[in-house]
């Protein structure tokens, strides 16, 4: 061992004589450079040692006041990191055995010492000493990881079966040192019967060198009976056969690890607000229960589709507070009416599924359905106040049919919207009607989207007379499909789909665009000091839209339109369901010279109060007043009070449906100011407008 400086080397020898011979030996050019201290007791020794850092001891055993392996051990016990060379004149096996046992690096006689013996011993007992240093850091450097790491260690002697545990690894446990041996059976005998198949293939795939390491979580059980998930790892150790003799590794508590994956795969799965399984997890269990059925076993089962009445009403006049703990507590009574096996889930809002096993007829099906509006009927008390809710039911009985869990969940929603329809807490299974209605309107909706693009809509026009003057005031645009299989198709039959879809919103927008620019054209056609006005509808999506009275500014101002022309129809109950925007919409859309009118009026349920801050134009009273007011006075008088209604709040009104002469002069006895009706003319196309109003000069 070179380090370029000399040796510091601490020299314990009482005899003059015998120092002079070391030390010349020391000097000789066979030794490495040394820069000697010399001790002649014990005692003398353990001082130096103490207050000096020496490279190697080299030392007497036969001392002033010590001998033997007396002398040995004081020096030994103040020299435990440097090495210790014995030069004595005891020739006995027994004591230089001992003394290497103890520590000593080497034991030389001074008889045999030469120059060269004592040079290579004292390099042996350097180098030996050094990798003894290596050693002991590498395994404290272990033991401190070991000790930090949290982890355990075992180390398994395959040719004597044996284990070493750490302490770690079984206060891991929960045991004391002393009560765990070292039988393999002590681990594999706790580990979880479930796991158990899995820990043993592991372990032998790693043995038989089928893996780079064995790894392995599993379940083991502690001393108080719990259990611990745990990470074990490991490497075999192998012969230049390639047997493995011994294999060891650490040994971890991954339990909080566990939980807290546990509890994401949990919440993948659960709906957040209930604790119910959600939409992922019902698709589960409903496809595990059609493949059951398929596989042709006895197992009917039902999909029950529920959705609270008037929920959203509760929740927008309550707070979502009170909202929420009605969802959870119709939560916990839907669980309390199903059987064990049965599966309550949320799908989101109000919709709750319920998958209920063994339900084959529609007797059954409304068993449980019955014991459900019963749980329901019982109010809800939060707080001070008592809630009463019920749920409408659709029913999906299972069949072969069904490949898809969507396809039950459907029909089941599908059977709980005609449930919706039958008024509160009704029930409905899903049946063939239902199915065919259903598929007829997914094709409706289909070819509608298709219908737009290829100019399959059109638009065709009523006139709206003047009841003073007789003359044409303008026109209503009604939207016409003309379906390429099933011909003209007329809106009430496809509107409230477009509506329900949201496609209205495109739809409208084409009506409103393509009319404006029949109108434009019109007016120039037919000019007059009273320009034609043209009346386009609007949906209460379109209403809802963001950006509505910029896009129609734009709309009019490219259309070319004579401003103040156009006019809008919405019915009242769209105008009513937020009076306070609405109020705003229409005041901003006055301001771009829009007329707003109020269709259908009289149908919906209009506040009067609030009527009176909405600065419409026209009241278009509903055709179902029209047409009974001539026959009885009671029915006029509703027309009459309509008329003297909108008058009172500045505006003017249309009488819708005018069908007859005797209609006619019945609005005109009440001051009507519009009409509209199949006794001047109904709805037709442009090329039929424009023939009209050529031949009628007099419009
Ligand atoms: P609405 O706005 O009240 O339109 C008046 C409806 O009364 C039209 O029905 C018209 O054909 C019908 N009608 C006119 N005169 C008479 C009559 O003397 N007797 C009878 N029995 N009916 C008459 P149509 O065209 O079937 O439209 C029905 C509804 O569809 C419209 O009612 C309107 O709410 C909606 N609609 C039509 N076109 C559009 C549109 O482009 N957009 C929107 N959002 N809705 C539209
Ligand atoms: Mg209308
Ligand atoms: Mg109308």
Redesign the pocket.
Known sequence: MTTGRPLKVLLVEDSPNDFQRVSALLRSDATPPCDLTHAQTAAEAVHSLRTDHFDLVITDLTLPETTGLETFRRVKTCATRTPVIVLTGIESDRISLQAMEEGAQDYLFKSHVTAELLSRSMRYAQARHHADEALRESEERYALAVAGSNNGVWDWDIRTNRVFYSKRWKSLLGYLDNEISDSPAEWLDRVHPEDGELVREKLNAHLDDLTSHFHAEYRIQRKNGGWMWALTRGTAVRNEDGITYRIAGSHGDITDRKRAEEQLIHNAFHDSLTGLPNRALLHDRLDRSLRRLRRGGESPFAVYFLDLDRFKHINDSKGHEVGDRILMEFARRLEACIRPGDTVSRLGGDEFVVLADDVGSPEDAHHLAERIHEELALPIAIGSEEYFTSVSIGIALSSVDYDLPEQLIRDADTAMYRAKADGRSATEIFNKEMHDRAVAILQLENDMRRALNTSQFEIHY?PIINLRSGRIRGF????RWDHPSMGLI???HF?PLAEETGL?VPV?WW?LEKACHQMQIWQKQFPSGNPLTIS????SRQFSEPGLVSRVQGIVSKSGLVPGTLIL?MTESVLMKDYHIAGQLVEDLRAIGVQLHI??FGTGYSSLSHLRHLPTESLKID?SFIHSMTESSENSEIVRTIVSLARNLGMTSTA????TADQLACARSMDCEQG????FS??RDSDEIETLMHSNPSW
């Open positions: 009523q209503e645009a009604l939207l007329q809106p009430e509107i209205i409208g009506v386009v509808n609007i949906s129809e269709d259908d055709r819708e449906g005018l069908e509209q009706g199949f006794f109904a709805p």
